[in-house]
């Protein structure tokens, strides 16, 4: 069956080994992980904006039906 799989690090206290494991089509239908998901990306583009233009500023939109598109989606574009 497919889904997304999360591996805990190893060698944290407590840490047994257990493999969490939540199928994608579930995983889509809860719109706290997918906001949560968003979130993530959201971050990670700023740091890779911000390392490759630090002059510049951008700006972010996350939205559902974005430019028409389906479910959530994530835009950005640089300020002036």
Avoid: I, K
């Avoid at 969490?20 to 239908?29: G, I, N, P, R, S």
Wanted: charged fraction near 25%; aromatic fraction near 14%; glycine fraction near 12%.
């Amino acid at each position: 069956m497919p889904g997304v799989y999360f591996q805990p690090p190893v060698g944290g206290r407590g840490n047994r080994g257990v493999v969490a494991w939540m199928a994608a089509d579930e995983a889509v239908e809860q719109d706290a992980l997918l906001d949560a998901f968003g979130g993530v990306l959201e971050h990670f583009w700023t740091l890779a904006l911000s390392s490759r233009f630090p002059e510049r500023t951008f700006r972010f939109e996350r939205a559902d039906g974005l430019f028409n598109e389906e479910g959530p989606c994530l835009t950005f574009c640089q300020e002036r």
